[in-house]
């Protein structure tokens, strides 16, 4: 069993959608979380009839990489020196907070290029709705096409993520939402 962890590519796409990855191979990369096992991974996608050469893709695409962040590669090739493993440790968790900093990401970054954020918040929704609820997601497909207005967007969010909930579980639930708050609220703070 391997532990895949998102690259900085891998992120970048999950916030940009820059390589347009296929809708199932996004699932896959958002799943994919530093911590989840190859295995566990793989039996959560299973029904999407995703696999071990999916995961293969995504990690020749350079999305993701094996063993964590990029200092975890270095901490088993010397597991017995644990004090000098533990400093090197100390500035990547700063490292990994350091991209969480920079939350006013650039419109530039989260909106796709050429999109105003009204279209990327709309083909979010279609897309994701299609993929993730399926036709029990048909009225609130219906909601998003009635939708005039990014406040109309965010008036929908609430019942969107319910819906994912119920039909992908909570952590395909955390992931989407957190890729819709950007989109909702381009920095901002979500209102709930």
């Known amino acids: 069993m391997i532990i895949f962890d998102k690259t900085e590519r891998g992120r970048t796409e999950i916030a940009t959608r820059a390589q347009t990855v296929a809708p199932r191979l996004r699932t896959l990369l958002l799943l ?3 911590k989840t096992g190859s295995d566990e991974l ?16 995504l990690l020749q695409a350079g999305l993701i990489q094996a063993g964590g962040d990029d200092g975890a590669a270095a901490v088993p090739a010397a597991p017995t020196a644990a004090a000098p493993a533990a400093v090197p440790t100390a500035p990547a968790p700063a490292k990994s907070i350091a991209p969480a900093a920079p939350a006013p990401i650039p ?8 999109q105003t954020q009204f279209e ?15 036709l029990r997601g048909y009225g609130l497909q219906l ?6 207005s990014v406040q109309d967007f965010r008036e929908l969010r609430q019942a969107y993520l319910e819906a994912v909930l119920k039909a992908k579980g909570e952590e395909i639930a955390r992931s989407l939402r957190g890729r819709l708050d950007q989109l909702l609220y381009l920095g901002e703070r979500p209102q709930i």
């Open 107 to 114: 419109l530039e970054q989260i909106l796709p290029p050429g």
């Open 120 to 134: 990327a918040i709309y083909h979010f929704y279609n897309d994701t709705i299609k993929s993730m609820i399926g």
């Open 143 to 148: 909601k998003v096409e009635r939708a005039s």
């Open 42 to 57: 793989l039996r959560k996608v299973a029904g999407l009839g995703l696999g071990q050469e999916h995961l293969d893709e």
């Open 32 to 34: 994919v979380d530093g």
